[in-house]
Structure formats: structure tokens, C-alpha cells
DNA sequence: TTTTTATTTCGCAAAAATACGAAATGAATA
DNA sequence: TATTCATTTCGTATTTTTGCGAAATAAAAA
């Protein structure tokens, strides 16, 4: 029985998917993918969830690469990271297709 | 400050992020796209994982409706579900694109 | 300097995910 | 019928995720 780990490639896909693996992260990313950036306290006013939680969710996306945060006070500005954003479009979408 | 739930689209969206969110099911997605079915216990082989544990991601899979397993006395012959990993693309594809 | 504002971190709890080996299942074969 | 084979389910343990409110932080405004 052969017991080979995984590729770099399917940890860092497995890793963009936990990423977007619950409804308010999805939520925020069509957020920050329409409109670049937006700060934590306006997202948090149409969100269901606790502002602390929502904390969480956003460092679970930095922690991803997906995005980045921008202090102007006193207020925190999350921007998408355009080129981590993009490489999992393309990784997902090459995944999706098969064609490696 | 207002509550609202998340979409329809939202949740299903991550629910199948979440079906994505672990390498080995990034692995067997891959296997069974590219050869469309395969027996569980040939798959168990080439994993680094115990058969009742894949059992076990084998089960997450087919809970999110991307795979079937197909009763083949006396082994079990696992297919991918084509329309909802159509779907899964497409809605991918959407939710990267942003064009709603 | 005190207060206000925006956000995070802490402390906690509950639920879900991951993993294993042992036991159970269910059908084919000896 | 007893055995074998492939796979799942059970029981269990550990870790991770999700969530909240209270407290901490840090900078601007009063």
C-alpha cells in the first residue's frame, strides 16, 4: 500500500476551498470582488453574525492570501488580493476542467 | 443593523467549497473526473489514508451530491455525478468572473 | 487628557471534521 | 454452510471551526 502525500498543488486548492467553504466568506468575497475594497464596520451592518465573528471570518481570509488589510484610521480597509484571487479562479477552473 | 440570511446560491456555493476543502477530496474528484468511475478499494491503494477514513470522505462527497456510488457486487463502483459537478463549475466560474 | 470610535483579541462553549482500528454487513465463493 | 472479500459503520480521540460577549487596543476627537 503506497502511501504518498499530496501535491503542492492540491493542498494549496484544498486550502482556497476551506477558504470559501462557509456562506459569509462567499458573501465577502462577492463584496470585495465588486468593489475592490470596503471597510469591516459597513460589511459587519449587513451581516448576520456578531462583529467579532466576522473578524474571524476575515482573518481566515487573509490567513488564505485572499485579502489583505489596510489601516486608516480608525477604521480597517479590506482590499481582495487581485493575484491570489486570480490564481484561484485559474486553479479552480483548471481543476473543474480536468486539463492539467 | 439589519440580518439578513444568505442566498440560496450563497450556501450551496459553499457547500461545495466545502466538499473541496480537503486534499484528499481534491485528489479524488481528479481521480473520477478524469476516468469517470472507479472501485473504492483500487482508489485505497495509492492514498495515505486508513479505507474507513476514506470511506468517511468518500460519504462528504456524495452528501454534497458529487459522486454516487454504484452497488457492483462485491465491490462498489464510485461515478462522478456530472450535472452537479456542472454545476459546481459553472457556479464557480460565476462566482470568480463576479458576473452575477 | 478623557472620551469616542472601530476593530481585534480573549475566554469560553458547542459543534463539526479528521483519523484510526475493530466490528459489522452483505454478497459471492468454496 | 462457512469463508472470503470489499466496504461501511461504530466507538473513540483529537483537532478545528464557528459563534458570542467582554475586555483590550489604538488612534482620532472633544
Known amino acids: 500500500m ?6 503542492e498543488r492540491q493542498i494549496k486548492l484544498a ?9 459569509v466568506r462567499i458573501q465577502l468575497m462577492e463584496i470585495l ?10 460589511i459587519a451592518d449587513d451581516l448576520p453574525i456578531a462583529r467579532s ?6 482573518s481566515e481570509l487573509k490567513d ?3 485579502i489583505q488589510g489596510e489601516f486608516n484610521p480608525p477604521k ?15 486553479m479552480m477552473k483548471e481543476f473543474f476542467e480536468g486539463d492539467k
Open 64 to 66: 488564505a492570501g485572499l
Open 76 to 90: 480597517i480597509k479590506y482590499c481582495i488580493k487581485r493575484d491570489a484571487w486570480e490564481e484561484a479562479r485559474q
Open 33 to 42: 470582488s465588486k468593489q475592490s475594497c470596503c471597510y469591516s464596520g459597513d
Open 2 to 7: 503506497i502511501k504518498p502525500k499530496y501535491t
Open 53 to 58: 465573528t466576522l473578524s474571524q471570518h476575515l
Open 15 to 23: 486550502r482556497y476551498a476551506k477558504a470559501l467553504s462557509h456562506p
